[in-house]
């Protein structure tokens, strides 16, 4: 009897549970309003009155039957946004509430970033992101559907009672493909300088603080801060990425590959810093949509963002004026950037104008004065213009369109008495560059993106040269064109791995001439390359963060020559003890291009370069191997980089590695090997950043058809070393850094015997080094408000301070049955300065 009792109580409370759980369940079900109003009618005896559409489409939890009527009325007011006023003891009239403000921050899910120009839509309403992710707008009523999107991102669709209402909280938004990348290293050397997982550096100009000597953000000027990186002759179109020559970097603005670098034939970036927003590099390691560059890749990009308002900048220093704006177009879903650079020699020669052109002129036809010849009215003019144009379609597709003009003029007039008469001609050199793309992207879904990009760029140098007194005018053009179509697809099979694969069409025709009309001569070649490259590539990043691979290969097809070459890339990064990070990085690469470089005639000695294309004989195909190995260590403030690495490049040919000695005309090919360590230490308090760079190179030649077969290369600068600080107060910026490598190599006169059948009798090649380079500079930038709406910056700089007399080239040649040495001098003191306004 007992047990029965208790299996009764057991089975009692088992039913009271049951039917508690359901009651439960059944009053945290949502419900119409209209069946909410109906049983609060019968309820409480009284009539509600309203309009249909006011309350229709709107679901809630019921009140609980235990309030009393004003707390069930305060209740729906609260839940539903509506009014609900009393018009008698049983009359309560129902109407739309007033607009309420809904506000938020919109930040990405992974990284916490905020997302600008965001769109946030209610039914009625629209809004954009400011760049903090901030947002606010009006919502009619909390059942409204609010909207909210950002492209490659998947769509928020909720509710205003969905969305916590206890302030203006942040809202995260989850990537609709997810990239595998991260920044392992902030700060790298100063603000804005970061390390990424896939072996990559970045710039972020938006966070950017200052370097020495730089008082604009030049993209290749600050590249340069790297250990591994230099220009052996202080242009930014001449830098050496591990000891290799510039024509074998691959130099993307927003995906165009460009053949031009600078303006004043190299001392200043010819990409505009106002529009270029990010700068990522890779010495090693390169993705596999990346063809070209054998030494390594500058990529620079434009803002990749919609902006919601308008934005502008103009700006002058003591080489040009330059502005900047940015505008939005339509019902914010597109933007269009447009940046101009003017320089100001038209009005005004600046020191620095002066110092640029002697520099730039020095050892030239432009400078060579004799008893029966002079040059006079000299003029240089420079400009640039960059656009930028994008286009949201769609939360999953988006449209990018970019142009780039560049344009360098330099003229002078060659002056002599002819038959006892005073005659004048010009001579003069253009370098232009103009190129244009399309970008259109499109996310499917969380799994899958492509992208295609297409882009033509053409480059062209031409150089008029009149010759007075033998009545000659000699012509030379260099045309570079390339049309790129790519293809690319991105797979996510999940948050840790990716596929990417894709097809990549280059075509590129190179053309010279020269022509000379007394006596008459005209040589135009003009030829063609077609290539063919797939690709896949397998990307995984572990949940934690601490591991990164990419691993892919290329497959390339040189029509002309029916040449296949396959190309492995990879990088490897290990996060290990927390603070220390291995680094693994490999790559093939190859490129059909390269210069050549004639010291003596071309260009009027000015640009000195010119681009050819492979014809698999006796200009190869370059080729070359890289692998490196590094370790990071970053704590507290310190940070300690430390990478070895190894290159092999083969196909090089003699022509394009600027001899100015015994092998100054030979034509023969060979290979070039280096290896070196890069080191980095940097220590970070607060806002002062300082750092040491060093790196140590071997860098030698095998030419086989050449004696000796192996020597040093032209490129062989064995000990690099850079000092630097920044410190940033609240409006000051202030940077000093000190520069030091070990003399270029050259090859001297054999003493007492230094001509031998009528030609400069050489000691072994590049057994001697020049002078060491030691430069000094120093930057200030201040920043200050005018207005609310209205920032501006001013800035100085100065280049070398110590003006020293840095020797960074040497050579011979026999006049008068005498051997003339000739010594090419860097810059010396070099004054800048600059005013901005920020509108």
């Known amino acids: 009897m007992e047990r029965r009792i208790k299996k009764t109580s057991i089975f009692f409370c088992f039913l009271l549970f049951v039917s508690f759980s359901s009651y439960a369940q059944n009053t945290n079900k949502q419900e119409s309003l209209v069946h909410v109003i109906n049983v609060l009618e019968a309820q409480y005896h009284v009539q509600f009155n309203y309009a249909e559409d006011t309350i229709e489409a709107i679901f809630l939890i019921p009140p609980d039957t235990s309030l009393s009527l004003n707390e069930a009325i305060t209740y729906l007011e609260t839940q539903t946004g509506l009014s609900f006023s009393m018009m008698s003891d049983s009359i309560i009239l129902v109407k739309p509430g007033e607009a309420m403000v809904f506000c938020g921050y919109i930040k990405d899910k992974d990284n916490l970033q905020p997302l600008a120009s965001a769109t946030v839509q209610t ?52 990537p609709n493909f997810q ?48 250990p591994g990186i230099q220009s052996i002759n202080e242009t930014v179109s001449n830098i050496n990425i591990r000891g290799g020559t510039h024509d074998q970097n691959l130099i993307l603005w927003d995906d165009i590959k460009m053949y031009q670098s600078g303006h004043f034939f190299g001392l200043i970036s010819m990409y505009n810093p106002q529009i270029t927003q990010k700068v990522s590099l890779r010495k090693n390691g390169s993705d596999v949509s990346y063809t070209d560059g054998v030494s390594g890749t500058i990529s620079m990009q434009t803002n990749q963002s919609v902006n919601n308002k308008f934005n502008a900048t103009v700006g002058v220093n003591l080489t040009d004026a330059n502005a900047f704006v940015d505008v939005p177009i339509g019902n914010n879903a597109s933007s269009i950037q447009v940046a101009a650079r003017k320089s100001i020699s038209d009005f005004i020669e600046t020191p620095t104008y002066i110092a640029f052109f002697d520099r730039i002129s020095q050892n030239t036809e432009v400078s060579s004065n004799t008893t029966t010849i002079t040059n006079t009215d000299k003029t240089f003019d420079f400009y640039d213009t960059s656009l930028r144009w994008i286009y949201k379609i769609s939360d999953k597709d988006e449209l990018r369109v970019n142009f780039i003009n560049v344009y360098n003029e330099l003229q002078f007039n060659e002056n002599a008495f002819v038959n006892d008469k005073e005659e004048s001609k010009e001579s003069n050199l253009t370098q232009n560059s103009i190129a244009g793309a399309v970008h259109y992207n499109r996310t499917w879904n969380d799994k899958l993106q492509t992208t295609f990009e297409a882009y033509e760029t053409d480059y062209k140098l031409k150089a008029v040269n009149v010759n007075i007194l033998d009545s000659q005018r000699f012509l030379q053009e260099n045309i570079v064109s390339e049309t790129s179509l790519k293809l690319k697809s991105n797979y996510r099979f999940s948050e840790v791995l990716h596929l990417l694969g894709g097809y990549h069409f280059v075509e590129t025709e190179v053309t010279n001439l020269d022509d000379v009309d007394t006596p008459l001569f005209r040589l135009l070649v003009s030829e063609v390359v077609r290539t063919h490259g797939a690709f896949s590539q397998l990307g995984y990043k572990s949940k934690s963060g601490n591991s990164s691979l990419n691993f892919g290969i290329r497959y390339n097809f ?33 490129q059909n291009t390269s210069q050549v470089i004639n010291f003596q005639n071309d260009f009027l000695g000015i640009e000195k370069r010119r681009w050819q294309l492979s014809n698999n004989k006796d200009i190869p195909v370059i080729t070359s191997k890289q692998a490196s190995l590094g370790l990071n260590y970053s704590h507290r403030g310190w940070l300690f980089n430390i990478e070895g690495y190894v290159k092999h ?61 192996y020597f040093p290369s032209n490129y062989h600068i064995k000990h690099t070393a850079t000092l630097g600080m920044t410190y940033s107060l609240t409006r000051l ?74 020797q960074i080239n040497r050579f011979y040649k026999i006049n008068n049955e005498a051997v003339n040495e000739t010594n090419q001098r860097s810059l010396g003191l070099t004054p800048n300065a600059v005013l901005r306004i920020d509108f």
């Open 649 to 709: 490049v083969e196909g090089i040919t003699a022509q394009s590695q600027g001899f100015q000695n015994q092998f100054e005309f030979s034509k023969s090919t060979g290979t070039n090997r280096i290896s070196g360590v890069d080191v980095l230490f940097r220590k970070h308090i607060n806002t002062f950043s300082t750092w040491i760079c060093y790196a140590y190179m071997h860098n030698e030649y095998q030419f086989k058809d050449l004696l000796p077969n």
């Open 558 to 590: 040189i029509e002309k020559f029916s040449k296949s070459i396959w190309e492995p890339r990879l990088s490897f990064s290990q996060r290990f003890l927390d603070f220390f990070t291995v680094e693994v990085l490999g790559e093939f690469k190859h």
């Open 123 to 174: 039914l009625n309403n629209s809004t954009t992101t400011d760049e903090n992710g901030f947002f606010q707008i009006n919502v009619e009523n909390i059942t409204y559907p609010i909207t909210i999107r950002f492209i490659g991102y998947k769509t928020i669709v909720k509710s205003y009672n969905q969305f916590s209402k206890s302030g203006c909280e942040d809202i995260f938004l989850f």
């Open 733 to 806: 910026k202030l940077s000093a850094g000190l520069n030091w490598h070990s003399g270029k190599p050259t090859t001297l006169p054999v003493t007492g015997n230094d001509i031998v059948n009528g030609e400069v009798n050489y000691e072994a090649v590049n057994a001697s080094n020049l002078e060491d380079y030691v430069r000094l500079d120093m930057s200030a930038l201040y920043d200050f408000k005018l207005t609310n709406k209205t920032k501006a910056n001013v800035g100085v700089s100065l280049w070398n301070v110590l003006d020293r007399e840095n």
């Open 179 to 226: 990239s595998l990348s991260e920044v392992v290293v902030s700060n790298y050397i100063s603000s804005g300088i970061n390390k990424i997982n896939n072996g990559s550096y970045e710039i972020n100009f938006s966070d950017f603080d200052i370097l020495p000597g730089l008082i604009d953000n030049d993209v290749l000027q600050s590249v340069q801060a790297f």
